[in-house]
DNA sequence: TTTCAACTCCTTACGGCATAAGCTATTGTC
DNA sequence: GACAATAGCTTATGCCGTAAGGAGTTGAAA
């Protein structure tokens, strides 16, 4: 239920990543109705819309008024067209940023958060073997451009860990919601009245658990985020006065 | 791709994980040849194998010598199955922990993290909406038991993100490295001179992505997650001596 | 102008999935 | 011995990705 990233043909992939389609001589054949364009963003829709489970390639062949077997000339598998949706919902991400580490650092998270946010599904897509796609890529260099010469994997590790783990928190909540019809409240209150009469002595095992009061997943977990971030760029800024004041070890 | 919890008939699913089977007079019909622990035991040795993605109900049946259909009479759908390996693979997973609540916390995040690499399909349930069950119950329980009162919720959610976050990276790694038959290191390799052919201004778009080493992202993740993690409990140490000392601020 | 190779897009088919429906055989209660 | 309840089976439905191969379209070579 994870899309692995980069396990078709390399070349064939980052040829399609990268768009370098050489143009020699006018090709024969009928003209191509669609364009690779066309299909990623028949295919975000998609995605957007239903998430990645409901993305098949009849679906994305459908949007366009085409079978599923059409999508295969411009596409060698659903797989790579996975690849080349994740990179290209990455595109224009970053926005300028400031001069000040960490102002831009924090600006960074914030708007990569929000893309995640904006395409769920991106969430679903492996980050272990990265897809190497130019868009993708420069999210990163645009980070690293940011980042003080410190600590910069682990830094670059732990911001990922926290924005990609808020936003799946926040948008499988949001999914729950709208997928099952009842909101995090109402989901709430009628779990823990069944509970309260299949588990009698619950508040006794677990009296901290049932302390908490119930919560906004959403809030909480924008809370925890930029609390985190906040942690995170602390942690650095003392790292990097250190660095500056050698003297002070 | 992903699973929800607990979206079945919430009274089923609840009296099967709690085990609130009241019995009664003997029941009528043939002795059931299963169990459901039987059942889950088989169903998560079959995803510790081939993940989420081979779990099906013909694998799980024909490791215990039966049907795909048998199954149905002892767990509703699928769906309740995943939520009851969810809950069944929390057990006994939180060791004693020392009284001291930053050692505490650190037990407890390893705990978590290591059973997370030992059956990885457990990040690919949702975490938005909880399971409910006694021993993830017991898991979280022992969380609040350790931590100091300050910022509860936060914590608690950045330290899931860190933990899981690292683990999910370890894990698609590892899965990668095995479900393709490429170690890292040659996928990288077999990348990168694809990449100098396809894209031969790499290194010019891209000077700070190209200088960075290839690594192991097993060993960066960890890495990555130790040190977040002493971030996010130094950050938390400040906070609780401020709250000791008031006049601190 | 004819021929042919290259090309797009289609239909059909296969094996896999979850699970609904209905059957048979087994067991306890009356 | 009759009957109700139950376990586990076979079969069928409608999804999925995609392999195979056919039909129609186009540009270049003859």
């Keep these: 239920m994870v899309v692995y990233a980069g396990q078709g043909d390399p ?5 399609l990543l990268w768009r370098t389609t050489s143009d020699g001589p006018p090709r024969r054949g009928p003209k191509p109705a669609l364009t690779v364009d066309a299909i990623l963003e028949a295919a975000i829709a998609v995605a957007d819309e239903s998430g990645l489970d409901g993305l098949s390639m009849r679906a994305v062949g459908e949007r366009l008024g085409r079978t599923a077997m059409a999508l295969y000339t411009y596409v060698p598998t659903k797989r790579e067209l996975v690849d080349l ?19 831009a650092v924090e600006i960074w998270a914030l708007a990569v958060h929000e893309r995640y946010l904006r395409h769920p599904w ?14 993708e890529q420069t999210v990163l260099e645009k980070l690293l451009e940011a980042l003080p010469d410190v600590a910069v994997r682990a830094t670059v590790s732990a911001l990922f860990s926290l924005v ?10 949001r999914d729950a919601a709208t997928g099952t019809g009842t909101s995090d409240q109402e989901w709430w209150t009628a ?12 508040a006794e095992r677990f009296p901290r658990s049932a302390n908490l009061p119930p919560v906004e997943w959403d809030k909480a977990a924008h809370e925890a ?14 790292q990097t006065r250190r660095r500056m004041s050698p003297k002070a070890r």
């Design 225 to 238: 985020f930029t609390g985190g971030l906040t942690l995170l760029l602390d942690g650095l800024e003392n």
């Design 11 to 15: 070349e064939r992939t980052l040829a």
């Design 122 to 135: 991106l969430l679903q897509v492996s980050h272990a073997r990265p897809v190497l796609g130019p868009h």
């Design 85 to 103: 949706m994740y990179d290209h919902a990455h595109a224009g991400l970053v926005p300028d940023l400031p001069s000040g580490w960490r102002d």
């Design 164 to 173: 990609r783990g808020s936003a799946r928190t926040i948008a499988e909540s």
């Design 191 to 202: 779990r823990s009245g069944l509970m309260s009469s299949l588990v009698p002595d619950f």
